[in-house]
């Protein structure tokens, strides 16, 4: 737990003191995220395998502190970026930098943790955060649809080999959206419950957008948007790295295959996967959606990606590269 801790508090620390200090310190967090993790990857060297029948109480202490600071961190950012702490443009383009990979690399790791525990302040907790970053109908599109349908042509977040990430993107965004809407409504015709969730996620982007021009007027509500998009693509990022060409085996019947460890991508690079709640031992997390994230493990025919989670998302953004780097791979999965 030390090493969760520090891995994602310290970025945190490091972007206050930027919006306090300016300067060099404006980058310090983006810094943390970026080179110092890189780095910090090839020196740490880990066991791969954490006993799943340990405990680590601090471990919900952690999630749900990292989502509380997520509000304060959240106005903090827009506060700063829209030029309330009168750095120069340099420096706030450093802070915007910043604060997007913590809401993207630490903020979405833990909220994708919280929807899956069973607790509802939990999952109200990992609601809230999804949805004043704008992105609020992936808890229903990822808890109902990916995890069910992971791997296979209905699964709009599972890409297929082949295709590059940015027709992915645009497919992903719009389809698990769609999806995540009918699954909800489907399941509120079974329960018989009257609100459709998504009324959950409109009234906490409003609640964010509103604040977020109370803070700083129409610049507020840019920088949000601004954030909020560059969110939005680490996350999309996220889901095509981690399923990238692994397909499940469809039989007679037409119903796929279950879900086994080959079709994710996993990273064993340990602070990377420390700093994001070890969501890189993500063929654990689909076979056990319930474990909590100290003790998902690494073992057996789990496919592992060439370099780290963070690194991989950078090389996705050049399909050509990505597919000469990837499709081999993915063949010997297969």
Known sequence: MPLFTLATLTPAALLVLGVALGGGWSWAGAASMTLVC???DRLVRLPRRQPADTEFPSGDILS??????????LGLAVWAISGGAEHSLTDRAGLLIGFALFFGQIGH???????????RLHRALGTMVYA????????????????THVGTERDPNS????????????RAWIGSFKAGWRAERDLSDRSGRRAHRYFTYVFWSVAGTSSSYALAGPAGIFSLLILASYVHLQILLADYVQHYGLRRAVGTTGKPEPVRARHSWNSPHPWSSAMMLNAPRHSDHHQHPMRPYPTLRLEGDMPVLPYSLPVMAVIALWPPLWRRLMDARVAVVE
């Open 109 to 119: 790791p833990n909220a994708h943790e919280l929807i899956h525990r069973p607790a």
């Open 159 to 170: 890409a297929p080999k082949g295709m590059g990430f940015w027709r992915f993107a645009a």
């Open 64 to 73: 749900v502190t990292l989502a509380l600071l997520h509000l304060p961190l």
């Open 132 to 147: 004043t970053l704008l992105f609020g109908h992936h808890v229903s599109a990822h808890r109902l649809v990916h995890h």
């Open 38 to 40: 890189a780095t910090l």
